[in-house]
């Protein structure tokens, strides 16, 4: 990697700088109306403001949808300075994010380290573009937390592989267009007879069902597979290798949910809305003392998190690729957005328990709806129970029976 000095970094810096200048959409300035401008790309990609799309393709032509992948697969090419000066640029005109894909947070790092060079060209272009958008194939029912315990089975049928089985809690399943998905293809071994996959979601046999929340909204589905027929040269890795690829890839995923804080709370600060609806006293501080204290503490403990996070984002670059630690903090991540969506909650009072009317403003049912949402976060990305486990055996180093 090339050691920029100052002054090449300065000229980057006013080159990213002009760049974003002229290439911003000035409707992009407004916040997100709601999901439908969310850039999750696609084949079905249709949002209300054409703008999102127009952000999406300046973007994804200069590869800084996903700015250090190398520059033959559609990436930016830029090294970790750069990159840092892009974020920092991005971070200044509060530009919001030109795409949101599974495909740049979890599957393209996979696909660099293990996929062959036909793979590469054909998959990962898409995903800067922002093409197709992927979903994730993992848990099943009985195999969420014991994830090596899953029993979709994969059968070679000579040319072809046939896929029958079902997956549960597939994020967005009902709106990708294709699936990474972890298949059996030997029953006789658990960790070694798993194989990871790759296949389009309008194949014959695929079905998505939405699981509802209470939240009201329903990310996750139930995905049946139906003698799905899949072409040999969509697995990835070895046949029977697809635990490694996985675990590989939950730390990906792990790094981008702690990395991304789960996000929540309503667009409400916690701090204003205690002001608002608690009062304050004769020095203007929130009245309540005691939640005073807890959103104190809670708030060093978010900037304290952030710091963390840039260190061990820092050390998985130097390391290429993210470590077990990930797991301690994509647990720390899950409880301080459970914290924060029940703080909001309780700084509203009686505001923060409307679900509907118009005696509620928007982002006022968004924060309770926020707060619900929250409760999965220490399910999704691997159970809290299971984050822990890892800490202790792959972080501490300590024995099942200690």
């Not at 040319?159 to 294709?178: C, E, M, P, R």
């Not at 005696?359 to 409760?375: C, H, I």
Request: proline share 4%; aromatic share 8%.
């Amino acid at each position: 990697m090339a050691d920029f000095g100052a002054t090449d970094l300065e000229a980057f810096r006013a080159e990213v700088r002009d760049w974003l200048a002229a290439n911003y959409p000035p409707s992009l300035h407004q916040p997100m109306d709601d999901e439908s401008e969310a850039p999750w790309g696609g084949r079905n990609f249709k949002p209300a403001n054409p703008d999102v799309q127009l952000w999406l393709d300046r973007m994804a032509e200069k590869g800084w949808t996903a700015p250090m992948w190398p520059k033959e697969y559609g990436g930016g090419g830029l090294t970790r300075e750069q990159n840092k000066v892009l974020e920092s640029e991005l971070r200044r005109i509060k530009a919001r994010p030109a795409l949101m894909s599974f495909g740049v947070w979890m599957l393209g790092p996979v696909l660099m380290e293990y996929a062959t060079e036909e793979q590469k060209q054909r998959f990962l272009p898409d995903i800067v573009k922002g093409k197709i958008r992927w979903c994730q194939g993992y848990s099943e029912p009985g195999a969420g937390s014991d994830l090596a315990g899953l029993q979709t089975r994969c059968e070679d049928k000579g040319d072809h592989f046939l896929i029958n089985g079902q997956k549960v809690w597939t994020s967005y399943a009902n709106h990708a267009d294709w699936i990474f998905c972890l298949v059996r293809t030997d029953t006789t071994k658990k960790h070694e007879g798993i194989s990871f996959v790759l296949f389009d979601m309008t194949s014959p046999g695929v079905e998505t069902r939405p699981i509802k929340l209470i939240s009201g909204s329903s990310p996750f589905c139930e995905t049946f597979f139906t003698d799905v027929k899949v072409p040999k040269d969509q697995l990835v890795g070895k046949l029977n290798g697809g635990w490694e690829i996985a675990k590989r890839l939950l730390q990906y995923e792990r790094q981008n949910i702690s990395a991304g804080g789960f996000g929540g709370g309503g667009g409400i600060d916690v701090v204003d809305a205690a002001k608002e609806h608690v009062g304050v006293d004769d020095k203007g501080r929130i009245a309540d003392a005691d939640l005073r204290a807890r959103i104190a503490a809670h708030k060093m403990d978010s900037a304290a998190f952030t710091l963390t996070v840039r260190r061990a984002e820092a050390e998985a670059k130097a390391s290429k690729g993210p470590s077990a630690a990930t797991s301690i903090i994509k647990y720390a991540a899950a409880k301080l957005n459970q914290e924060r969506t029940e703080l909001t909650v309780e700084a509203l009072g009686l505001q923060g328990l409307g679900w509907e009317g118009d005696s509620f403003k928007p982002d006022e049912v968004a924060a309770l709806r926020s707060m619900l949402r929250a409760k999965a976060n220490s399910v999704e990305g691997g159970t809290s129970e299971i984050n822990l486990n890892v800490v202790a055996k792959r972080v501490l180093g300590l024995l099942d029976h200690q």
